[in-house]
């Protein structure tokens, strides 16, 4: 059973659009990790938020931590190709990381 | 400053052998722990070593174990291999300071079949 709930599990769209993932628990963690994760290769942290009702930009990147820090979105405006790949959230649950399932999202041109 | 490895990258062995990989974390980090990644399960934690110690352990079987050297590199192995075993193991290692939200910085992993 996933502590870290993810949806959608897979997302397809076409470059210039906006696409969202969510990552929703009913336990509380002292933070929240996302991670993208290509192909061959292991998980490239993307964000650490803290606080809750915080708000973290990356780029085109927008991070969302929930205010009861139980539930965090990612929204990606304008996507492009290089945005494919498999999108994690981890709770940090007493200095273990617990992971959702993931995202996948494909980027086409 | 190099990044996190593991050898080897990939590796077949069969049902009941057993198996030996290997983490080199980034230098100066303390902290290594190891996740399993398959496509029913995604991502869990086996366990984590600093200073030579297991200081977090998943809920895996005994069949799982590991260890950390006075370098920092870790090995973990498996016994009695079985199919579900099957898998991508993923080390990654930290500065290890027990702080919340410490980044943890991922290997390419190890795939491994079991047949």
């Keep these: 059973t996933q502590l870290l709930e993810q949806s959608p599990q897979f997302l397809s769209i076409q470059e210039g659009e906006n696409l969202t993932v969510y990552c929703n628990s009913s336990s509380v963690f002292s933070s929240l990790q996302w991670y993208r994760q290509e192909p061959g290769e292991g998980p490239v942290l993307l964000v650490t938020v803290v606080t809750g009702g915080e708000v973290k930009k990356l780029k085109r990147l927008t991070f969302q931590f929930g205010d009861a820090r139980k539930d965090s979105s990612l ?13 994690l959230c981890a709770g940090d649950s007493w200095g273990k990381l617990q992971f959702g399932a993931g995202t996948q999202v494909v980027v086409t041109p | 400053k190099a990044g996190v490895t593991q050898t080897p990258r990939y590796l077949i062995k069969t049902r009941g052998q057993q198996v030996t990989l290997s983490c080199s974390p980034i230098s100066g980090h303390r902290s290594v722990s190891w996740y399993q990644q398959t496509p029913g399960q995604g991502l869990q934690f086996l366990f984590e070593y600093f200073s030579e110690t297991q200081r977090n352990k998943g809920n895996f079987p005994g069949r799982f174990s590991g260890r950390q050297f006075s370098n920092s590199r870790s090995e973990m192995n498996v016994s009695t291999l079985e199919l579900g075993d099957s898998a991508l ?14 980044t943890q910085y991922f290997g390419p992993g190890t795939r491994l079949l079991v047949l």
């Design chain 1, 75 to 87: 929204h990606i405006t304008a996507a492009q190709p290089g945005d494919t790949g498999l999108y």
């Design chain 2, 89 to 102: 193991y993923l080390c990654a290692s930290s500065l290890g300071v027990g702080l919340g939200g410490e």
